[in-house]
């Protein structure tokens, strides 16, 4: 897990300005329309540009991982994203989106249990991206948690949230394969599944400690 100090980006908040922010709807998300003007890299400034944004908000994801019986838990839920697919329903790691107040740490322990009735015992921080910054504002903060895939089971999910949400407990090589056969196809799931491929002994040597 080693991580490379130095930065390539030089540009900062002080190489932005926002002309404009305006709140173009305002529903489960929002869409916010900006007008800003940016410093260029050859010299200068840009021309002001206008750029609708979806808000989202930022969230966690988490992997639940059984070092004990080397299983992962993989949940099932219908997405919006997805509702013209041939199935709209995703196979996916845990997630949630971050209330004020809250940090990620606790929306990943909350989530585990909403979502797949199981508890959290250690808990690592993979890495942080933005699925889609083009357009979107969302940051995700992907984990990996230590659990007791034996308890793994059933149906979850908050009713008064509209989640119905299935439990499936697999071998970690079943996993990987399923990540490359494209079944599963869920952005954070790809990538917290190449990492515990890539870091396997080096985070169970840690839970060990």
Known sequence: MQHSNKTLVDFTQQDLKILTKKTLFNGFFKMIKYQ???????????????REMFERGHAVAVLPYDPV???????????????????PWQLEIVAGIIDPGETAEDVARREMVEEAGIEIDQLE?????????????????????????TKAQGIHGLDYEGEDIRVHVMAREEAYQRVRSGQLENG??????QWLELNLQEITDKWRR
């Open 125 to 149: 921080k993979i890495t942080s991206f933005y699925p889609s910054s083009g357009g979107c504002s969302e940051k995700l903060d992907v984990y990996i948690g230590e659990v007791d895939a």
């Open 188 to 193: 954070a799931s790809i990538i917290a599944l």
């Open 69 to 87: 019986t080397d299983q992962v838990v993989i949940i099932e839920q219908i997405r919006v994203g997805a509702l013209e697919d041939d199935s």
């Open 36 to 50: 800003f003007s940016h410093r260029l890299f050859d010299g200068g400034w840009s021309e002001p540009i206008e």
